[in-house]
């Protein structure tokens, strides 16, 4: 049978684990213990060649509601018949119309997922894991540092800064790709920039002909600003690799390691500290993380 994902309305309706959850696949005390939300796709913005951006609505009024997350929280996103992985979040926590989830290709589900067409139906569970501090920012400057497909979990802070825009002082994004192709949420920057007063800078590794920014590592950008580092706090999100780099630099600069803060991602099943997928030595990082300070991802052996 191809693999086309083709799922209408009635089908997914008839899937037994949204009447019945102890009959549906592998999740069964997952899905006892824990909420599924239905949802339809109502929108799908192409973002890259290997990255799409999925607006999910969440079907029932009343539950649509009381969605609410922090920024840096995921979803466990349920495709019917095929799987669930983990995704950031990457809305507004105002937004209570739809949920944005930034999806890349990488093995099956997430191919899967990127064949679905608007109208669609999938399950959230969730939100799980730990937040950026956002409350705890506020007064000080922000440095917002991602790298590739980091700026999806990077997008729930931005929209919080950018709400909240006169509880932070200087607020700084430097994203960094590959290539230019690669830049997630271009129709965005500007916005970022002219509207939120917000220093938006990025640089790819691989500049193109018409690329007319910087070329190099991330790390090339922290030249071109001043940092105050007793009033920074710094969010970084983006490869593990990147991290190492990132955070030495900003300590070599003075910033508290307890004020870095890094998203983990590693593998996970249930989301809610039940299967130990997730595990780094003792930790869960689904429930005692994702969101680290760079303190304690440097306690934690094989972290990074
Ligand atoms: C907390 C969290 C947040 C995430 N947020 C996003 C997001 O916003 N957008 C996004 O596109 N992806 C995100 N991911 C990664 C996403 O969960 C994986 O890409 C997805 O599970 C792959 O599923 P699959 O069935 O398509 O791939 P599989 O067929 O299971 O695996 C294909 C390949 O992907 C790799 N892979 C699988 N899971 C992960 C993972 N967790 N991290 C890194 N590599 C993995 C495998 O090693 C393999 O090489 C997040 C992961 C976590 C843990
Ligand atoms: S994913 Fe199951 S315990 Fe963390």
Redesign the pocket.
Known sequence: MSPEFRIPKQDINNEPFMTSPPLYNRKTIVMRTDKVYKCEIINIIELTSM?KLFHLKILDPEERRIFFFRPGQ?VMLEVPGY?E??????SSTGNKDFIE????????????IHRARTGARVGIRGP??TSFPMEEMKGHNVLLIAGG?GL??LRAPIFWVNEHRDEYKDVHILYGTKDPSQMLFTYQYEEWQRVNHINLMTIVEKPDAAWKGPAGLITELFKHITIEPHHTYAIICGPPVMFKFVCSHLDSLGIPMNRMFV??????HCGMGKCCR?MVGSTF??VE??VFDYWSVMNLKEAI
């Open positions: 990255e995921f799987g992985f983990p995704i950031s979040i990457s989830l930034c999806i890349r290709k990488a093995g099956r589900a997430t191919n899967i799980f894991g497909l999806a979990p998203s983990l991602e590693r593998r996970m997730c990082t689904c993380g994702p």
